[in-house]
């Protein structure tokens, strides 16, 4: 599964859910930019623990 941010190719690692908008999965770095905003809960895709911790 890829990171759904347009552009990145990386592995995506996390899912968020996001108030304002429909879930979505991204890679570690795009996920530890945007859980750092009101609402938004991250939760590992299985296998990828330790990718994201
Ligand atoms: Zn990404």
């Known amino acids: 599964m890829e990171c759904s941010k347009p552009g990145c190719e990386n592995e995506a690692a996390v899912r968020l859910y996001v108030p304002w908008a429909e879930d979505r999965v991204v890679c570690t770095a ?3 930019a945007l859980v750092q905003r009101d609402g938004v809960v ?12």
């Open 30 to 32: 795009h996920g530890r």
């Open 42 to 53: 991250a939760e590992p895709i299985e296998g990828s623990e330790e990718n994201w911790r």
